[in-house]
């Protein structure tokens, strides 16, 4: 089985930056992924790391650890469509294409 | 458009009743998915399929079956229908656009869910 940690809930400002961090054990690991859902509304895919390092894609970036175990996904310049859920999965090597999602972090941006 | 549909949208039905939550898409993706969503829980993997004949059980397929006899449909079935299982429902697909050449295996889309109350 593998543990996927990220925090509930977390609040920022508008125009702000905020780092949702992730944490995960498991065993085959191949690759983390970053997604974002509206109250509502469908996942939608942000972003995607196999390798270590930082992935920047606009106003969001996100990094991998393996090592640790680690993830963070970083937005700037906050705008209030931001709030959301942010979901964290792992993707495992014999596992095929199948996810394993954390319990999200909902994100909440005030002006 | 290429697109995901799920149908119904909404859905109540009693305990003990046979239900089937259809999953429709237009990308010609091999890969499909069925998860559900609760508070507290997350999304969690059902079942899911890599191609027609192919299904696979994910972390909670008990009470839960299903069958792919095209690339486009993946129906999820509840045999009996439990409380427990009142939730969201979420298909999602991926695989290569034939449109584009584009790999996306890496990203998954998503249905618009299914919001199911078994009383």
């Known amino acids: 089985g593998q543990n996927i940690d990220q925090p509930t809930e977390m609040t920022a400002t508008e125009g702000a930056i905020v780092q949702i961090n992730c944490t995960y054990q498991t065993s085959g690991f191949n690759g983390l992924f970053w997604y974002q859902q509206h109250a509502g509304e469908a996942p939608t895919f942000l972003s995607y790391?196999?390798?270590?390092g930082l992935e920047e894609k606009g106003r969001f970036s996100s990094f991998l650890s393996r090592s640790k175990g680690y993830s963070y996904l970083l937005l700037k310049e906050l705008q209030m469509k931001d709030s959301a859920s942010y979901l964290c999965a792992v993707r495992k090597s014999n596992s095929g294409y199948a996810l394993n999602f954390g319990k999200g972090t909902s994100l909440l941006v005030t002006p | 458009d290429a697109e995901i549909t799920q149908s119904p949208r909404h859905k109540i039905t009693e305990t003990g009743r046979q239900v089937t939550l259809a999953c429709h898409q237009t990308?010609?993706?091999?890969?499909m998915f069925w998860y559900r969503q609760d508070l507290g829980h997350g999304l969690r993997l059902i079942h899911y399929?890599?191609?027609?004949?192919?299904?696979n059980k994910g972390e909670v397929s008990d009470g839960y079956s299903v069958s792919r006899s095209n690339t486009e449909d993946l129906p999820l079935t509840l045999e009996s229908a439990a409380s427990s299982q009142t939730s969201v429902y979420f298909c999602a697909s991926s695989g290569f656009f034939d449109q584009s050449g584009r790999s996306s295996y890496n990203e998954q889309f998503f249905g618009p869910g299914t919001r199911l109350t078994v009383l």
């Open positions: 790391n196999v390798l270590d």
């Open positions: 399929s890599y191609g027609v004949q192919d299904t």
């Open positions: 990308w010609n993706h091999n890969n």
